[in-house]
Structures are given as structure tokens and as C-alpha cells.
């Protein structure tokens, strides 16, 4: 019932910009804090950016001044704007919902891959 599909990964040159896309249905999206997550080959899962109900935000420290996150409660949708992409970008990027202030259960998208490569 509940997914999390994503759009917008791709390979891109250094320098450039990829905008991701995370459209949710089956739950009330409203409510949950939303992020993006990324693992690199032989990396651990890291926040990327995360925005809550009351749109605070919170940027990992290697993508602050690059990377943009935003919602749209209307559409259901969260975007992750990115930009001045560097190799050590590439990873897979994971959308999260997570209802963990409301008790409700959290949830991933499947990922999408980034790769920045000239």
C-alpha cells in the first residue's frame, strides 16, 4: 500500500546539477519527517537531508551549500535539488518517510542511482 517511488537519477558530469524526485502515496504524508539518504560503494547509509511537518531541515555536512530539500504536501512529493555534484556524490540515494513523532511506521524507497563521472 504504501510506496515511495522515485525519479530523476542519472549519471551527470562533474560540476553538474540532478534533481531527485520522491512521490509517496498510502500514507499521510503530512505528518512525516521526509529525507534522503545515500550509500556509496563499501559505505554505511548516510543522511543526505532530512525536513520535518514544520519544515525544519537538517543537511549532511558534505552536501551543505549544494544540495537543496523541499516539500510539497499537495503533490506528496519531495525533491532533493542538487547541484556542483562531485564524484564522491555517487551513490544510491534512498527516500525516507519517517513517522517516528506520530508512532507511525517508517518506511524506504527503493533507491536511485546517481553517479557523477565525466
Known amino acids: 500500500q504504501v510506496q515511495l517511488v522515485e525519479s530523476g537519477g542519472g549519471l551527470v558530469q562533474p560540476g553538474g546539477s540532478l534533481t531527485l524526485s520522491c512521490a509517496a502515496s498510502g500514507l499521510l504524508y503530512s505528518v512525516y519527517v521526509m529525507g534522503w539518504y545515500r550509500q556509496g560503494p563499501g559505505q554505511e547509509r548516510e543522511l543526505v537531508a532530512s525536513i520535518d511537518a514544520k519544515d525544519n531541515i537538517i543537511y549532511g555536512e558534505s552536501v551543505k551549500g549544494r544540495f537543496t530539500i523541499a516539500r510539497d504536501n499537495a503533490k506528496k512529493v519531495v525533491t532533493l535539488q542538487m547541484s556542483s555534484l562531485k564524484p564522491e556524490d555517487t551513490a544510491i540515494y534512498y527516500c525516507?518517510?519517517?513517522?517516528?513523532?506520530?508512532?507511525?511506521?517508517?518506511?524506504w524507497g527503493q533507491g536511485s542511482q546517481v553517479t557523477v563521472s565525466s
Open positions: 525516507r518517510a519517517d513517522g517516528t513523532k506520530t508512532y507511525r511506521p517508517s518506511y
